[in-house]
């Protein structure tokens, strides 16, 4: 770590540092807040809900919206709870964010190593990508998927996913790769190694940091998709959170709000790990490079 | 409970004369699109799932919950859009008009000539259930909006007498103030205004709402009329808390539970809530029609829409709907779901007190010709018109524009929308 | 600008042209190539194709049978609801882009204090951004009711004179919509300056301390004006969530009470699969899509012409 800003920080009077904790800690606060309000509400009754007051504490505790919003639940005529749907979501997930990472970070090498006529606007075009809202390609490219016979299965879903993941994903790795020393590519071309060899020898073993970036990202994102989900899917390839909308999103029937916050938690699981296991490296990618530009 | 309630009706169904049950299929499955994901109404479809399994079907479940249907609705896009549409689909009023002119809907009406749909469906409902003459979709059930839903012990406390009139029902509202408690709950977003809205337009007269709701006459839209009924619906937000805007209809009905709340206006699936709670009517609650409409009735009815399948596919699909409508079925579902069954014949042994009433409010209603499809539910216009009067009335019980304004704009925000 | 490229670019010689050499030439091209044409049909496609909608009749289902010219445009700006949700984009974007910059930069510089539990508090300022706002905005609906929130625990703790029912006034609502945007991503901000901030060079800033310069006058005038591309890369990043903000509206007050709270991406998703307009709905796309393009361009024709 850079010890730049830090040194200025030792020069700070014991009262300046007990403020900046209190700032810290206060903003601490307020990004727990709602992760609050959501796991006390998970361990209540829901009659507790009922009564009112969502920031107390339960008075009686209970796991039972656990251990339905896991394994019991309705979300569809079945009641079979979250579980079954992990699976879905891992299958389309790992492979989607596996292909937009590898195309990105070829993508960002092509695009920084191998410059051609043109490629700032090829660039650029992609990176505009990133920026569409991504309710107006949805009847396209339902369409497209028909016309593949892809339409409701996993590979329509990673596909549709990988391919609006591809601007964010060259980005980060084009944008790693623009401070990566141009001279080692060179003389590794003088030997003689070829396009591929340069890649996988030379710029693979120092990209660490910027593929946890971006795994980081696609994984969320992936993850947290509805739109594509909800429309790209069928009977067999339902991701979670679709299930989880179907759970939270009753129409004209009871809400049982301790079951959504629990199975909501639930959800958000693997998210919430990855971020807490490798936010360490999620700055130190970002440092590398990836808010260069 | 489920299961005795089911052979309980499906006896029942049985006494029903000159009902045949026919078998279509012998195997082969159906995939249902549908947004009844929570407890009661997934345990309700969930009584269909078995029928077909019994008879060999599989059943392929895609649910898609949110926005009353609105999201099922995208994904059903995507799925015709890229030539792989379900082959069944929960849907509401003119969208299944609107599928049905796209020309990508089934044709039912092998099954239905010869179980004689027509004869036992309620006319309001064939209009949308029937697409140029041919059977497209199978009703499910009749849900009604116009219902008053109040707290048996509040009402006790504030004269013990139902209201059966506006006046009557201010003054109920004025005592239940005076005994500190929140007189009336909903309108916390614009579809749950709209549904007040409904109530409160039938209220002035069944000619009145055929006019402005489903026939949308400009003159009615704009008229004196519309102006009272806009000032009702403000009157009857004056009695409503102060935090009611985006309170969801069954936290409404929570509060009615407990007391808190004299009495909401909303349509019977609010009868789920209360059932859950454990409380009963007549006892625990009371459920009327909203004072000035008993006689008349604003409905809505969940329908599956058969959409073109293979030949392969056609059998199980017919099965289903046949499924759908025996009188069984229509029993033991609406039983479960609060509604009252589409067929006019299914006895209502099975039913409590208002799911009784339900059903008789609706045959005196189809019979008086004052059955009117909801506007609020989709069932008096197209998507577009109602959700440009939602607009309109959800700003008025708001207080954005005044009873005046929203009379005008309702009619200048409809006319927009048709063109 | 594309002369000086084509001086740097080639980085092969192209004196000879065996085919091996040839291939090599060839290569870098073909990887990029499925890359770039997925991307031509999926995304600048769709847009003509959503262009081409805006100018037709559809409502249902794409209909390219009947043509209106600009009439969707038309009724789009006609329409009460778009004007209220362009008056919310502009309020909503700015505030929540402003914030949130600094936010970010003053909680990265504050983390940046050899703080000790800096291990514990980034990943709580970064979690928001993890989880889906399906729930999450039921979480902050209800905190933020008075009746049962924040306002209703006050007055549990004795504080009778606490009001704070924002979400409930029409004209207060769209604010806190930015307080759980804010949420949501200012946290994210703080780690792209954060890394930004620990790659400052020491030299400049030791250089400036012998000098004398002050903490403060050190962030002012040296380390804040180098933090220059992350205000950039965290304004494009903010930009884009803000105009596609349609989860966290559609969670927290659906667009109530009233209409007060619409926003573009609100008014586009509902006009095109709820109200069954999608000619009118792609007027809006069309509408947001240049919005967008308006901020993203001239950035990254700043950003990609400067570097050489």
């Not at chain 3, 000879?16 to 991307?39: C, M, T």
Request: hydrophobic content about 50%.
């Amino acid at each position: 770590m850079s010890a730049a800003s830090q040194d200025v920080a030792t020069r700070n009077g014991i009262f300046a540092r007990a403020a900046i904790y209190a700032v810290l800690i206060l903003f601490a606060v307020y990004y727990l807040l709602p992760l609050y309000v959501m796991l006390v509400n998970s361990l209540k009754p829901l009659d507790e809900i009922r009564h009112g007051n969502m920031l107390a504490l339960p008075h009686e505790w209970t796991i039972a919206p656990w251990l339905s919003a896991w394994s019991t639940a309705q979300i569809g005529v079945s009641p079979t709870g979250l579980k079954p749907y992990f699976l879905n979501s891992v299958m389309m997930v790992v492979p989607a964010v596996a292909i937009s990472t590898i195309l990105g970070a070829l993508n960002g090498y092509v695009l920084t190593k191998w410059r051609f006529r043109g490629d700032t606007v090829v660039f650029g075009m992609m990176l505009l990508a990133c920026f569409i809202p991504f309710q107006i390609v949805l009847i396209p490219s339902a369409r497209i998927l028909g016309l593949l016979h892809l339409a409701g299965t996993v590979p329509g879903l990673v596909l549709i996913h990988a391919i609006y993941g591809l601007g964010f994903t060259t980005l980060f790795f084009r944008n790693y790769y623009e401070a990566f020393p141009t001279e080692l590519v060179r003389a590794a071309q003088i030997d003689g190694a070829s396009f591929f060899q340069i890649f996988r020898r030379i710029l693979l073993p120092s990209s660490a940091p910027i593929i946890v970036v971006t795994v980081i990202w696609q994984f969320t994102n992936i993850w947290n998709d509805f739109l594509f989900g909800s429309s790209f899917s069928s009977v067999d390839s339902i991701p979670l959170t679709v299930a989880l909308n179907n759970l939270v999103n009753s129409s004209t029937g009871v809400k049982e709000y301790n079951v959504h916050f629990a199975g909501a938690i639930l959800a958000a699981l693997p998210t919430l790990i990855v971020y807490i296991v490798s936010g360490r490296y999620f700055v130190r990618g970002l440092m590398a490079g990836a808010v260069k530009g | 409970m489920l299961r005795k309630l089911l052979i309980g009706t499906m006896l029942a169904g049985g006494l029903v004369a000159g009902y045949s049950a026919t078998t279509y299929a012998a195997g082969g499955s159906v995939e249902v699109l549908h947004w009844w994901t929570s407890g009661g109404e997934a345990a309700a479809l969930d009584v269909l799932k078995k029928k077909l399994e019994s008879q060999g079907i599989t059943w392929k479940d895609m649910p898609v919950a949110g926005g009353g249907g609105e999201q099922a609705m995208t994904t059903l896009r995507a799925r015709v859009t890229a030539g792989d549409p379900p082959t069944a689909v929960q849907a509401l009023g003119y969208d299944i008009t609107d599928w049905a002119k796209q020309g990508v809907v089934g044709d039912l009406s092998d099954v239905a000539n010869k179980e004689g749909w027509d004869k036992v469906i309620p006319g309001a409902l064939q209009n949308f259930a029937k697409y140029d003459g041919k059977w497209i979709a199978a009703p499910v059930n009749v849900h009604s909006t116009n219902w008053l839903w109040i707290n048996k012990k509040d009402l006790d406390a504030a004269g013990g007498k139902a209201p059966e009139s506006w006046d009557e029902l201010i003054a109920v509202l004025d005592k239940m103030k005076a005994n500190g408690i929140i007189p009336i709950v909903g309108g916390g977003n614009a579809w749950n205004a709209a549904t007040m809205f409904d109530s409160v337009v039938l209220s002035l007269g069944t000619d009145f709402y055929k006019a402005s709701m489903v026939d949308l006459d400009p003159a009615a839209l704009s008229g004196d009329k519309m102006v009272e009924a806009f000032t009702r619906l403000s009157k009857l937000r004056s009695y409503v808390d102060d935090n009611f805007s985006g309170r969801e209809w069954n936290l409404d009905s929570a509060m009615v539970i407990e007391g808190k709340a004299g009495m909401q206006i909303m349509g019977d699936w609010a009868k789920g809530e209360f059932v859950h709670a454990k409380k009963k009517p007549g006892e625990d609650f009371v459920c009327i029609r909203f004072p000035g409409t008993q006689g008349a009735v604003t409905f809505n009815s969940d329908m599956f829409m058969m959409f073109k399948v293979g030949e392969d596919k056609k059998a199980a699909q017919l099965q289903m709907a046949s499924d759908i409508m025996s009188p069984d079925f229509q029993s033991s579902f609406n039983v479960v779901k609060g509604s009252v069954p589409a067929r006019t014949d299914v006895p209502d042994t099975a039913f409590d007190a208002c799911g009784k009433k339900g059903i008789k409010d609706l045959a005196e209603a189809n019979e008086k010709g004052t059955l009117f499809g909801s506007m609020s539910q989709g069932y008096a216009s197209p998507a577009a018109i109602k959700n440009a009067m939602y607009d309109v009335i959800t700003r008025e019980y708001n207080g954005d524009i005044d009873p005046k304004e929203a009379a005008k704009e309702l009619a200048a925000a409809v006319a927009a929308a048709k063109g | 600008m594309t002369q000086t490229r084509a001086e740097i670019a080639p980085i092969l010689a192209r004196t000879r042209r065996a085919p091996k050499e040839v291939l090599q030439d060839l290569l870098p091209k073909i990887v990029l190539a499925p890359s770039f044409a997925l991307i031509l049909v999926f995304v600048y496609g769709f847009i003509v194709f959503t262009g081409f909608l805006s100018f037709s009749g559809s409502k249902l289902l794409p209909d390219f049978s009947t043509w209106v010219g600009f009439d969707n445009y038309v009724r789009l700006f006609k329409h009460p609801n778009w004007i209220v949700s362009l008056k919310n984009l502009a309020i909503f974007s700015v505030l929540y882009i402003v914030i949130c910059s600094v936010i970010g930069l003053a909680l990265a510089i504050f983390l940046d204090q050899k703080i000790r539990g800096e291990g514990l508090l980034r990943p709580i300022y970064l979690y928001p951004m993890a989880l889906s706002f399906i729930v999450t905005g039921v979480a902050w609906k209800w905190f933020l009711d008075p009746g049962i929130g924040l306002e209703h625990a006050m007055h549990q703790l004795g504080w009778a004179s606490f009001s704070f029912r924002w979400i409930k006034q029409g004209d207060m609502a769209i604010y806190t919509i930015v307080i759980a945007a804010i949420w949501q991503s200012s946290g994210f901000v703080m780690a792209m300056f954060l890394a930004g901030l620990r790659g400052v060079d020491n030299e400049i800033i030791k250089a400036a301390q012998i000098d004398g310069a002050s903490t403060v006058m050190i962030y002012r005038r040296i380390i804040i004006p180098l933090m220059r591309p992350v205000f950039l890369s965290a304004f494009v990043v903010l930009a884009h969530l803000a105009i596609k903000s349609y989860d966290l509206v559609v969670a927290m007050t659906d667009g109530g009470p009233g209409t007060a709270t619409w926003t573009p991406a609100l008014f586009m998703t509902k006009f095109t699969f709820g109200r069954n307009e999608m000619g009118m709905g792609a007027a809006s796309a069309i509408i947001m899509l240049m919005m967008i393009f308006a901020i993203i361009v001239p950035y990254l024709y700043s950003e990609l012409g400067q570097k050489k």
